[in-house]
């Protein structure tokens, strides 16, 4: 069983950045496909970056390409930087991890494991 948990939500002005960090449970560097996703209120959830450092692939939606960036910098974490923030940005985003083995690909993957999630605000 893999726990993660997010951090780093909050709320800004439009234009303006914040990092989420998701913190494992086990050691996902190279052995978990990694993402995060996004809900907002009464929309669908959304895969907005994802990551696989055994094969250097990463994926990112459209709407935040350019702005966002998917990172791991150590055998547990998990980071996302969103720049250049829009109200379309806001909703509640939560980590996610699927073990390599069952993941094909990054722009694909569903996570088997998912945080509670972090809310992030972004007023125009």
């Known amino acids: 069983q893999v726990q993660l948990v997010e951090s780093g939500g909050g709320s800004v002005q439009a234009g303006g950045s914040l990092r989420l960090s998701c913190t494992a449970s086990?050691?996902?560097?190279?052995?978990?496909?990694v993402g995060w996703f996004r809900q907002a209120p009464g929309k669908e959830r959304e895969k907005v970056a994802a990551?696989?450092?055994?094969?250097?692939?990463t994926y990112y939606a459209d709407s935040v390409k350019g702005r966002f960036t998917i990172s791991q910098d150590s055998a547990k974490k998990l980071y996302l930087q969103m720049n250049s923030l829009k109200p379309e940005d806001t909703a509640m985003y939560y980590c996610?991890?699927?073990?390599?083995?069952?993941?094909?690909?990054?722009?694909?993957?569903?996570?088997?494991?998912w945080g509670q999630g972090t809310q992030v605000t972004v007023s125009s």
């Open positions: 996610a991890a699927k073990p390599a083995y069952d993941c094909y690909s990054v722009s694909a993957f569903v996570g088997d494991y």
């Open positions: 990551i696989y450092t055994g094969g250097s692939s």
């Open positions: 086990v050691y996902i560097y190279s052995r978990y496909c």
